[in-house]
């Protein structure tokens, strides 16, 4: 369906779900944003035969998003880094760093059979009864919050991102149940949003919060092409950048580049607890937190997951409930801060015998 020629360029530049109740929806954690969307259409994806178990859509909130993950032989890089390969992935020569262009229809989806789910600008348009949750939460960045809903109203729906469904629910499925994690995020920090799809929730923290520098990590090309444009298109250049690859990758740095780290790491709908903070609490300075969105499963998953959060370095998660009074119902976020450095376990070293060799080897030589 959707090809992903855009790749090598939209990584030259700079530069969807969830749960989160909603103000006027049904507990979105049980219904993923995104659309079903053809993974083999992106360049990142293998086949389930060659390389991993089948990817059955989107992760969910309690996804397994490792073990499914189409984009593990993604190359890390930041946006403005050279490019990678459309083709094959692979790092290709340098660019400057500057935005990609917005990719040509021909090449971004519209090839993808739209049908009735042609993008209506249209559906985007804030419903009168969210306009006062919206002004309080985006005040005088509301212009902005409205132009982003459109990019994902049209170019978000187009390029698969977000399912046509999606559309006439973004402004309280996503805006502004993303938006009021806000209230948890202390004035003029550094935010990592973690598996980030079409920007949510970072995206909307950027422009709810200009006092935040945003880094939004994210494994997939077509993804992140859609997020440079994103991030150009809303003139948020100074305050966001997107890092391709996943974020164990950020965690762990490079021989060119320093291992990322935030005040506060976010993520909706990218995997249960235990997984999201064996990733996220690295890139987690000591002391800072991460915000996970969550759904109905948030309790459930505190319950499951304590231990093993607590085994990572966590303190134990707490769930707020952000945006009461503003939105009905209030979202549901788990909190967890990094209260201690934990070193991931080091790999073991074979074990040899006295002739120098392995003992598998030995055997096998057998
Ligand atoms: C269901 S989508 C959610 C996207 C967005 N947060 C939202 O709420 O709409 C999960 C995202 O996590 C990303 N992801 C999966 N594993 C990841 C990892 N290890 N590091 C970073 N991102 C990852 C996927 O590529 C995908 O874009």
Redesign the pocket.
């Known amino acids: 369906m959707v090809s992903d020629d855009t790749t090598a360029d939209a990584v030259a530049g700079p530069g969807?779900?969830?749960?989160g109740p909603s103000a006027v929806r049904p507990d979105p954690s049980a219904d993923?944003?995104?659309s079903d969307e053809d993974r083999s259409a992106d360049p990142a994806y293998r086949p389930a035969a060659s390389v991993e178990p089948a990817f059955s859509g989107?992760?969910?909130?309690t996804?397994d998003?490792?073990a499914t993950?189409?984009?593990a032989d993604v190359t890390p890089a930041f946006s403005g880094e050279p490019p990678v390969d459309a083709a094959s992935d692979a790092p290709a020569g340098p660019v400057g760093p500057v935005f990609a262009e917005p990719a040509p229809s021909s090449v971004d989806g519209a090839d993808a059979p739209l049908g009735d789910a042609a993008p209506d600008p249209a559906e985007a348009t804030l419903p009168p009864e969210l306009a006062e949750a919206a002004r309080t939460l985006f005040g005088e960045r509301l212009d902005l919050a409205a132009a982003y809903a459109e990019l994902l109203a049209t170019e978000g729906v187009v390029r698969g991102l977000i399912g046509p469904r999606e559309a006439p629910r973004l402004w309280d499925r996503?805006l502004l149940n993303?938006a009021v994690m806000a209230e948890r995020i202390p004035e003029g920090a550094s935010v990592i949003?973690?598996?980030?799809?079409?920007?949510?929730?970072?995206l909307v923290l950027a422009i709810a919060r200009p006092d935040l520098t945003v880094t939004l990590?994210?494994?997939?090309a077509r993804?992140v092409s859609f997020l440079i444009e994103a991030v150009q298109r809303l003139g948020l250049t100074r305050s966001v950048r997107v890092f391709r690859?996943?974020?164990?990758?950020?965690a762990a740095g490079s021989r060119d580049r320093d291992p990322l780290a935030a005040d506060i790491v976010t993520?909706?709908?990218?995997?249960a607890l235990d997984r999201l903070a064996a990733?996220c609490l690295p890139l987690t300075v000591p002391g800072g937190r991460l915000l996970a969105?969550k759904g109905a499963s948030a309790a459930d998953e505190i319950a499951e997951h304590t231990d093993a959060v607590v085994r990572l370095g966590g303190g134990t998660p707490e769930l707020h409930r952000c945006g009461a009074g503003v939105i009905e119902p209030a979202a549901t976020v788990v909190e967890v801060v990094r209260e201690r450095v934990v070193n991931p376990p080091r790999a073991k070293k074979p074990k040899r015998s006295r002739g120098g060799r392995n003992r598998g080897g030995r055997n096998r030589d057998r």
């Open positions: 969807g779900t969830p749960p993923p944003v995104f989107e992760p969910a909130a996804g998003a490792v993950d189409p984009a996503h993303c949003d973690v598996g980030s799809g079409a920007g949510l929730p970072g990590v994210e494994p997939l993804r690859g996943r974020a164990e990758e950020a993520a909706r709908a990218v995997a990733w969105l």
